[in-house]
Each structure stands twice: as structure tokens, then as C-alpha cells.
């Protein structure tokens, strides 16, 4: 698929002038502040309705004003779509998803167009709380299987209830309550398992056709289970809470049994990263027979350019690329082929030339 | 400012499921509009159905008279229990007219987050029917979310040990869903395609 343009209006620094791009590769220069990675978080936000920089969408949007408007021309399968969402700031946070001008619902909504996002932010797939991890998992599931998303809301739905019914101290249902939670909490797992197979395969691969001097990476996905369930369940009626479940379910990365976070150096961990996100975006396409678009944020000099340069020059035509950088011998590094050249200064496009 | 006698009957309005302040004040000033008589006869309307319908005191369905129509309908199938949530969830089922069998209401499923628990519904005078008389098939059409689900497991277990054969609604619909909203062909498929559970 291909973001042919996009318009912005009261997104952070954005001005509200339509952006056109370049169909495989669009670099965005700029110097510091100028509005580089809004211009990427403004397309993640027409794709996914968040941002990979903050929890809070609040934040996305310009100050003192009421709301924020994103819209976008797409080309899928040569059928242009037009997409736009618009969020209200306040309290309220009104949100609302359009495909060619329809109000559409959220599961129809992210369907019409993927993206992946890598940026440095995104080492707390290493290094933070399993949480972390386990969004990340989750994320690649509903990229290849959206029905997955139906799944997750009904597991979060059974363990609120589950654990409202421990912490309520009367377990006359409890019964009823695990038989439903092991359904869903299955759900969860079986997708979860196969998609980790899937993507630690994809990046093994990866990792050995670019010669990649750390080999020995190991993903292993480790479902929080129970082998004991009475007795599990006698310390969750103790604990009155659930003490098993896709809830503490976590993925390690480990060299030589060792946790990578702790192994690795900063450019290390960034370069692993992005090789994950290069296998999400493999098997993406494997599943659907076209690319999703790719955001490479702020990308830093500390990156293995040679890998990066032929990660690139792999991938498949017709994937987009937006990427920023600020760092000279990167911006280098990326305009091997046929490319965009986007300047921006204060939220505006002030420059776009392209080179072949 | 909205005359109290005005605002007081808008209040009330939104006290309805479903009524937002907006609709509740167009009611509200729709009814005054009319003439008095009209007014007169959906108060007295409220009233009758108010001090005339009760619960069945066999199937907890909304009724004038005890047992309710349903439970005294001698073209119907005493030996099947269709059970819901809600006595509205009845015709829902009815509409299918592939349903001749009873109903029993449990009048909500359980919530543990609501503080709905097996005391606060019907599944005790379920199993006094069950075991009282000579029933065949017990069919559980509680909603196809969460809560209606751990509900629907929460009375096949205590049915169990009764030895009455118990069936679902096979649901085509995602999991979420509301019996309300379900059309005549995918209840009517539902019923048909039911399993035991
Ligand atoms: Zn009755």
C-alpha cells in the first residue's frame, strides 16, 4: 500500500498544507524541532489512531486547540482510499474514523491501512517491563489476524470480572468464572505462540543473511500457565487476585541464557530492534500479499549503516519508507535509490525534490 | 431557566435507558404540545402497567395474570426451558416461531465488577423447575458476551448433577453481542444449530 499524501490539521507543529510522497522512498530532513518526527507520528496516527511517542493523544494536538484532524490519500491494490480521523482534545475525546467519507467502526477502520514503526523509543521491547514486550507481541498478531483484537478485549473483559469476584471474597461462581477464563485466556496464548514462531524464525533469518555479528539471539515466548491449578487456585483466592494468565506472560531475549538487555550495548539493542521490526514487516507480507508502510524514526549514527543500507535495498519494492534523521552519514546511507527528499522547517514543508 | 414542573418531567425521563438529556427534553416538550387527554392516558398507561403486570411466579416473565400465558399454553412443550437473561429477550425468541417450548427469566447474568452474583439471579428456581417436573432439554440463550457466557457455564453446572440434557445457542455473531439486536434467521439459526454444554 502507498500514502500518496497526507494533511494535518493542529498536529503538533504541522501546518495544515496537503504533504505529497514519493511511492518507495521518502527521507525527511530537517534540523532539530522542526517537525521531522511529527510528520511520522501524524501518518502512525492516520494508521493506528495512537502515537508511538506518547500514551496520552492529548498530547498530539496543537495547543489551545479544541481538536486534531489527520487525513490521507491511500492506494491499495491500485483502489484509492481516502482516510481521515479526527479527535477532540477534551475530556469527551470524540474520535472519529472515516474511509471515502463513511463513518466506520474501529475494527473497519484499522483494517484499511498498516504501518510499523521503529524509533529509539522502542528499546523498551528490550529493556522495559514485560508489558512492554507483551504489546509488542500483540501488536504483530493484530497486523497478520485483526479478529485478534476481539480476542484480547474479551480476555481483558473475563480477568476484570475474575478478579472482581476474588476481590469480592464469595466464589459461589468462581467455577463458571475459570472455565471462561481458560477459554479466552487459550485464545489469547495459541495466537500469541504462533505468531512468536512465526517472527523468531523470520528474524533468525534475517539476522543470518546480513551476517549480523550477533547470532546466537534467541526470542523465546514464555505463556504464563498453570500446572497446579487447585493449588493455584487456593493462593488466588489468598491473594484475591489472578496469578496466572496472558497477563504475566512475557518474551525473553537472551544471549546464552543471558538477558540481551543486560548483554548488549545502546547501538546493539537499536540494531536488534530494527531487525524485529524488518521480520514483523516479512511476515506482514507473507500473510498479506503486500507491504505495510514502514516509519524509521530518528535513526542514529550508532546503527550498523552497512546492514541498514542492504536491510533497505532488500526490501521489497513496493514498500514505503518515510524515514528521519538528523545525522548526515545516515541521511547518506538512505539515498542509495530512488528517493524523496523532504525539507521541513517550523511544521512546513519547505523543500521536496525528487532523485533517482 | 426550564420551569421546575418542566424540568422535573425531563429528569424523570432521563432515568430511561437509552435517553439522553437532548431526547429527554423533545419528549418532554412533545408532551406538552399535545393535547391534555393524551397526556392523561399515558400517565394512566404508566400507572395500569404498573399496578397490573407482575412477575410469573413460575417463569419470571412480565405478566397480568399467574401462571403468565406462556406457562399455561396447553399447545406448548412443557418438557423445554428456554432460559434469558430478560422477560424483552422472550420475544426475540418467539419471532423465530420455531420455539414452542417454556422460558424461565433469570432476570440478569452474573457480574462479579456489578456485584451480580448466583443469589442475585434466577438459577435456583430453575433448578426447583428442573426438578419437579419432567423436563427434557434445558436451552440456555443467555447473551453471547462475557457475562452471559460465564452465566450460561454457571447453570450447566448446576444443572449436572440433575442429568437434564443442556444446550447453547450456537452464535454466528462476534463474541459481544446482544440477543436484543440478533434478526429473525440468525436466532432462528442459533436455536437450531444449539449445543450441549
Ligand atoms: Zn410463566
Redesign the interface.
Known amino acids: 500500500m502507498i500514502l500518496a499524501s497526507v494533511t494535518a490539521n493542529n498536529f503538533r507543529n504541522l501546518e495544515p498544507d496537503p504533504i505529497t510522497f514519493h511511492a518507495q522512498t521518502n527521507l525527511v530532513v530537517g534540523r532539530n524541532g522542526q517537525g521531522k518526527t511529527n510528520l511520522l507520528e501524524a501518518i502512525y496516527f492516520l494508521a493506528t489512531t495512537k502515537s508511538f511517542r506518547t500514551p496520552r493523544l492529548a498530547n498530539v494536538v496543537r495547543f489551545e486547540q479544541p481538536s486534531v484532524f489527520v487525513s490521507g490519500a491511500l492506494q491499495r491494490q491500485r483502489i484509492e482510499k481516502a482516510l481521515s480521523i479526527g479527535v477532540e482534545a477534551a475530556e469527551s475525546r470524540r474520535r472519529v474514523l472515516m474511509v471515502n467519507e463513511e463513518s466506520v467502526s474501529l475494527h473497519d477502520y484499522l483494517a484499511a491501512m498498516s504501518v510499523f514503526a521503529y524509533s529509539a523509543a522502542r528499546l523498551e521491547i528490550l529493556r522495559g517491563a514485560p508489558e512492554e514486550r507483551r504489546r509488542f507481541l500483540d501488536r504483530g498478531v493484530a497486523s497478520i489476524n485483526p479478529a485478534y483484537l476481539?480476542d484480547l478485549?474479551?480476555y481483558a473483559?473475563?480477568l476484570?470480572?475474575?478478579n472482581?469476584?476474588l476481590?469480592?471474597g464469595?466464589h459461589?461462581?468462581l467455577?463458571?468464572?475459570d472455565?471462561?477464563f481458560a477459554?479466552?485466556a487459550a485464545a489469547v496464548q495459541r495466537a500469541r505462540a504462533a505468531y512468536a514462531d512465526e517472527l523468531s524464525a523470520a528474524f533468525a533469518e534475517i539476522v543470518a543473511r546480513h551476517g549480523y555479528h550477533i547470532r546466537d539471539l534467541r526470542m523465546t515466548y514464555r505463556p504464563s500457565g498453570v500446572d497446579d491449578p487447585a493449588r493455584v487456585r487456593r493462593l488466588e483466592i489468598r491473594a484475591r487476585t489472578s496469578l496466572a494468565g496472558p497477563q504475566r506472560d512475557n518474551i525473553e531475549f537472551a544471549i546464552d541464557g543471558r538477558n540481551a538487555a543486560e548483554v548488549l550495548s545502546g547501538g546493539e539493542q537499536k540494531m536488534i530492534v530494527l531487525l524485529l521490526k524488518f521480520a514483523k514487516l516479512e511476515l506482514f507480507r507473507r500473510r498479506h500479499g503486500e507491504s505495510a508502510l514502514f516509519l524509521l524514526d530518528d535513526l542514529d549514527a550508532e546503527l550498523d549503516l552497512e546492514i541498514l543500507q542492504n536491510l533497505l535495498t532488500r526490501l521489497p519494492s513496493e514498500t514505503q519508507l518515510f524515514a528521519t534523521s538528523a545525522k548526515e552519514p545516515v541521511v547518506g546511507a538512505l539515498q542509495s535509490g530512488p528517493h524523496r527528499r523532504l525539507v521541513i522547517e517550523k511544521g512546513r514543508v519547505i523543500d521536496s525534490r525528487d532523485f533517482s | 431557566m426550564t420551569a421546575p414542573p418542566l424540568a422535573n418531567l425531563i429528569n424523570e425521563f432521563t432515568k430511561l435507558p437509552g435517553v439522553g438529556g437532548k431526547s429527554a427534553a423533545r419528549l418532554a416538550y412533545a408532551i406538552l404540545k399535545r393535547p391534555a387527554a393524551e397526556a392523561e392516558a399515558l400517565a394512566a398507561a404508566i400507572l395500569e402497567v404498573k399496578a397490573k403486570i407482575f412477575r410469573c411466579s413460575t417463569c419470571n416473565n412480565m405478566t397480568d395474570v399467574d401462571p403468565c400465558a406462556i406457562c399455561t399454553d396447553a399447545r406448548r412443550d412443557p418438557s423445554l426451558i428456554c432460559v434469558v437473561e430478560e422477560a424483552f429477550n422472550i420475544p426475540t425468541i418467539e419471532q423465530t416461531r420455531d420455539y414452542k417450548g417454556m422460558f424461565h427469566v433469570l432476570l440478569g447474568a452474573l457480574s462479579p465488577l456489578k456485584g451480580v452474583g448466583p443469589q442475585d439471579i434466577d438459577v435456583a428456581g430453575l433448578v426447583r423447575r428442573v426438578r419437579s417436573g419432567s423436563i427434557r432439554e434445558v436451552i440456555i440463550a443467555t447473551n453471547p458476551n462475557v457475562e452471559g457466557e460465564a452465566t450460561a457455564l454457571y447453570i450447566a453446572q448446576q444443572l449436572r448433577p440433575l442429568g437434564v440434557r443442556t444446550t447453547r445457542l450456537a452464535f454466528g455473531l462476534p463474541v459481544g453481542g446482544d440477543l436484543e439486536y440478533a434478526d429473525q434467521v440468525t436466532m432462528a439459526k442459533a436455536l437450531e444449530g444449539r449445543r450441549e454444554i
Open positions: 476481539q478485549i474479551r473483559r473475563v476484570r470480572q475474575r472482581a469476584l476481590q469480592s464469595s459461589g461462581s467455577e463458571a468464572w472455565a471462561e477459554i479466552s
